[in-house]
């Protein structure tokens, strides 16, 4: 076993840390208070290859594997999860459906904008639609419909928490063709966002991850090409559980970050802040709080790369992403409230950071799969 990383690596860890910093920083906390979408951070993102890291280069992609993605995401997250969650969607679940599933005119068409995060000089992503007012842990139970007309789909329904559901070019969409079939009877397309009867509703106010553009879709009578569908009739229940395996990796790489950026605040306070007369990393009630929280984050880190590991070998990674994502989500949450708490009453202030970290950290222990919904699939597997 090999756990050093190899230069190529070194070096695409150093250019997201580098670009976190001094391009994800600033602004931050007023993104942050004023639900601003980053998109001036996305374009730059697109620039350095990020938005397709694990796309084919013949289709405008960086053609990195996922172990580089995993330590993007994780130097991104730490500054700013609503950058992170933006580039999580668009390469796990966007890019690497279209790229998986795809036929080649589908890739031409929507795939290489998609992986290069612009078109014609403007933004061009991507957002995955799955999620309904009454399919959420239970993705069988879609009621947004897609009615096949011969040469032509009719769409009708509404899908929830959609995140870049405004600034999305482009939607891959979850719909029901044959109710009678069951999950057999689910169907994914590719949808313009500008399509005649696609209404975007109104900005979701948020607890965290406040950046990011999360919207609810509605879709009236939507007319979608025949060939705008993805894979055989019937596919769409397994292409979305394969792209949310790979889409956990991306969601348990952003908890990590906000792991680790809320511990090296706190590592950093600790060591400035006093408190009966010494420097409160002397203290050893914060030193075990440090101590739980270096080694939580360290095999958060491992079970990343793991699972990472396995999808470039493909291997089957469905068991390891979830493990990783239940793991890293949850340490995220103590991770963050811990550095609250090393923190006191500055920890409770924006300006520094750590509340916001707490706040970004919770919704990765419920989307791309509650906390729960993973117990689920690690039971299932070790217990068949």
């Known amino acids: 076993m090999h756990f050093q990383l190899s230069e190529e690596h070194l070096m695409i860890q150093k250019a997201a840390r580098d670009f976190a910093r001094t391009e994800c ?125 011969g040469d ?32 057999h009877g689910i169907n994914v397309f590719i949808v313009e966002k500008n399509s005649p009867g696609v209404v975007v509703g109104p900005k979701e106010n948020k607890l965290g991850i406040r950046g990011s553009d999360t919207h609810s879709i509605s879709f009236n009578d939507v007319i979608v090409p025949k060939e705008n569908r993805i894979g055989e009739d019937g596919f769409g229940f397994k292409f979305a559980m394969r792209t949310l395996s790979g889409g956990r990796i991306g969601i348990a790489s952003q908890a990590l970050g906000i792991a680790a950026g809320a511990y090296e605040l706190a590592l950093d306070y600790s060591k400035q802040r006093k408190a009966f007369g010494k420097e409160i990393m002397q203290h050893q009630a914060i030193q075990f709080k440090l101590a739980d929280m270096a080694t939580r984050i360290e095999a958060s880190r491992l079970l990343c790369l793991r699972a990472a590991w396995e999808k470039d070998q493909h291997l089957d990674f469905a068991l390891s992403s979830s493990m990783a994502k239940v793991f890293a989500s949850e340490t995220a949450m103590w991770t963050a409230t811990e550095a609250v708490q090393i923190h006191g009453g500055y920890g409770y202030v924006k300006e520094y950071h750590v509340e916001r970290l707490m706040r970004d950290a919770k919704i990765t222990q419920i989307y791309e799969g509650t906390s729960e919904v993973q117990r689920i699939v690690i039971s299932r597997a070790i217990l068949k």
């Open 25 to 149: 920083l600033p602004g931050v906390i007023e993104r942050d208070e004023h639900q601003k979408f980053p998109k001036e951070q996305i374009l730059k993102l697109a620039e350095l290859g990020f938005m397709g890291m694990m796309v084919d280069p013949a289709y405008g992609g960086a053609g990195m594997d996922t172990v580089s993605y995993v330590l993007a995401m994780e130097e991104i997250s730490k500054i700013d999860a609503s950058v992170s969650v933006c580039m999580s969607v668009n390469n796990s679940l966007v890019c690497w459906g279209l790229d998986q599933f795809g036929t080649d005119s589908q890739k031409q068409k929507y795939l290489t904008p998609l992986a290069q995060g612009r078109k014609d000089g403007e933004l061009y992503i991507g957002a995955f639609l799955l999620s309904e007012p009454e399919a959420g842990s239970d993705a069988t139970s879609q009621r947004t419909t897609a009615e096949d007309k």
């Open 152 to 183: 032509h789909y009719v769409i009708n329904g509404v899908k929830n928490w959609i995140t870049n559901g405004n600034s999305a070019s482009v939607y891959l969409v979850i719909a029901q063709t044959d109710a009678a079939k069951g999950s």
